[in-house]
T-cell receptor, first 116, second 114 residues
Framework: DSGVTQTPKHLITATGQRVTLRCSPRSGDLSVYWYQQSLDQGLQFLIQYYNGEERAKGNILERFSAQQFPDLHSELNLSSLELGDSALYFC???????????????FGEGSRLTVL | SQQGEEDPQALSIQEGENATMNCSYKTSINNLQWYRQNSGRGLVHLILIRSNEREKHSGRLRVTLDTSKKSSSLLITASRAADTASYFCATDPLTTDSWGKLQFGAGTQVVVTP
């Protein structure tokens, strides 16, 4: 158990819909990262938050947004869903948001999104 | 885009044998990490090697890093059926805007048969 909690574990929805994925980082970790894992794209970094502020952006679509709340939990919002958005979405946390020598990330078990 | 590329894509071995997988990357790094993922589960950190280190051991794992060739290898000795998983290398790029956004390779799928 990494200490990172993600909900829901599974989600099935239709194209055009909007979903929210939730992540609670390990106790004390200030950084939250979101990754998307799909068969064709592999693991893609989406976005990082550190202590409530956006710190880095990766391959995140404009239809996707995220935020980190004062209690440090984070939500990833996916809207106008398309078939290609079907993937495993992982949240990870780490103690710091330092630019160098980040150290390991602690991953949650993921939220599996299926768009029909 | 993926920074690391693992080789081979898949590896099938018998219990007791060693498993070796390689990772190549493109840009300078702060560190390189190896993660393991059981089917459909979250990734678990295995080992981190910093750019100024050449070799590191952890239990049955041995990692090497050659920054001149931009490559790393992960060796699992005396493999067990429980080692069946996908293994990913991840690089922490040495860029001012990296902010620790690890970049993962496509992974090596390892199957260990009893």
């Amino acid at each position: 158990d990494s200490g990172v909690t993600q909900t829901p574990k599974h989600l099935i929805t239709a194209t055009g819909q909007r979903v929210t994925l939730r992540c609670s980082p390990r106790s004390g970790d200030l950084s939250v990262y979101w990754y998307q894992q799909s068969l064709d794209q592999g693991l893609q970094f989406l976005i990082q938050y550190y202590n409530g502020e956006e710190r880095a952006k990766g391959n995140i679509l404009e239809r996707f947004s995220a935020q980190q709340f004062p209690d440090l939990h984070s939500e990833l919002n996916l809207s106008s869903l398309e078939l290609g958005d079907s993937a495993l979405y992982f949240c990870a946390s780490s103690p710091s948001g330092a630019a160098v020598n980040t150290g390991e990330l602690f991953f949650g078990e993921g939220s599996r999104l299926t768009v029909l | 885009s993926q920074q690391g590329e693992e080789d081979p894509q898949a590896l099938s071995i018998q219990e007791g044998e060693n498993a070796t997988m390689n990772c190549s990357y493109k840009t300078s790094i702060n560190n390189l990490q190896w993660y393991r993922q059981n089917s459909g589960r979250g990734l678990v950190h295995l080992i981190l090697i910093r750019s100024n280190e050449r070799e590191k051991h952890s239990g049955r794992l041995r990692v090497t890093l050659d920054t001149s060739k931009k490559s790393s290898s992960l060796l699992i000795t005396a493999s067990r059926a429980a080692d069946t998983a996908s293994y990913f290398c991840a690089t922490d790029p040495l860029t001012t805007d990296s902010w620790g956004k690890l970049q993962f390779g496509a992974g090596t799928q390892v199957v260990v048969t009893p």
